[in-house]
């Protein structure tokens, strides 16, 4: 079964805190990705990783930034957290699409992040 | 990039009535299309997809329709229960290694 474990499901933090944001998944993935939710905007990507050390900014990298120093570990770093950044985060990972592997993505249960 | 637009944003039925959600995508390279259902207080999970070469395929209740011609792709759930109830995203994938995801549809099944 697999699982993409997301360190904590809820977490309040000072503006202008340094923030981590932790992901592991359990299936050998090569891509992980990290997602900001809010109330109608659905899923932007923040940022995504395809390989150790690999990765490529989203559509909304600003004021984050990533860290995969191991292929089952993916960061997500708030430099100085602001309260535009108070959102719920998701962390997925996914195989490199190939005719053999499938091409879902696993999703965490999500970090519901309050910057006061 | 891709660009996918999804509707309705909000979905109300009554239980056992069938519903429908509509997504459209703009990159005709686009080649995977998964849909995902998100209950309250939990992350996405893939319930369906289909890949380009599909133009329909059925899970108990729930089908998804592609038409790659008109660049669109549905979801229709069949007599629906309180269950159902949940935010369910769809997606379209090509070569690259990002899902792009729609807003996202809350279905409201009243019992």
């Known amino acids: 079964d697999v699982k993409v474990t997301q360190s904590s499901r809820y977490l309040v933090k000072r503006t202008g805190e340094k923030v981590f944001l932790e992901c592991v998944q359990d299936?050998?993935?090569?891509?992980m990705f990290w997602y900001r939710q809010d109330p109608g905007l659905g899923l932007r990507l923040i940022y995504f990783?395809?390989?150790?050390?690999?990765?490529e900014k989203g559509d909304i990298p600003e004021g984050y930034s990533v860290s995969r120093e191991k292929k089952e570990r993916f960061s997500l770093i708030l430099e100085s957290a602001s309260t535009n950044q108070t959102s719920m985060y998701l962390c997925?990972?996914?195989?490199?699409?190939?005719?053999?592997?499938?091409?879902?993505?696993?999703f965490g249960q999500g970090t519901r992040l309050t910057v006061v | 990039g891709e660009n996918v637009e999804q509707h309705p944003s909000t979905l109300s039925v009554q239980e056992g009535d069938s519903a429908v959600i509509k997504c459209t995508y703009s990159?005709?390279?686009?080649?995977?299309f998964p849909w995902y259902k998100q209950e309250l207080g939990k992350g996405p999970q893939l319930i369906i997809d289909?890949?380009?070469?599909?133009g329909e395929k059925k899970d108990q209740r729930i089908a998804v329709t592609l038409n790659k011609t008109a660049k669109h792709f549905s979801l229709h759930i069949t007599e629906t229960q309180p269950e159902d109830s949940a935010v369910y995203f769809c997606?379209?994938?090509?070569?690259?290694?990002?899902?792009?995801f729609g807003r996202g549809t809350s279905l409201i099944v009243h019992p």
């Open positions: 997606a379209a994938k090509g070569g690259s290694y990002i899902p792009t």
């Open positions: 299936m050998d993935h090569e891509n």
């Open positions: 990783s395809y390989d150790v050390k690999m990765k």
């Open positions: 289909i890949r380009s070469n599909v």
């Open positions: 990159d005709s390279a686009s080649n995977y």
């Open positions: 997925a990972s996914s195989f490199k699409q190939s005719l053999t592997t499938s091409a879902e993505a696993f």
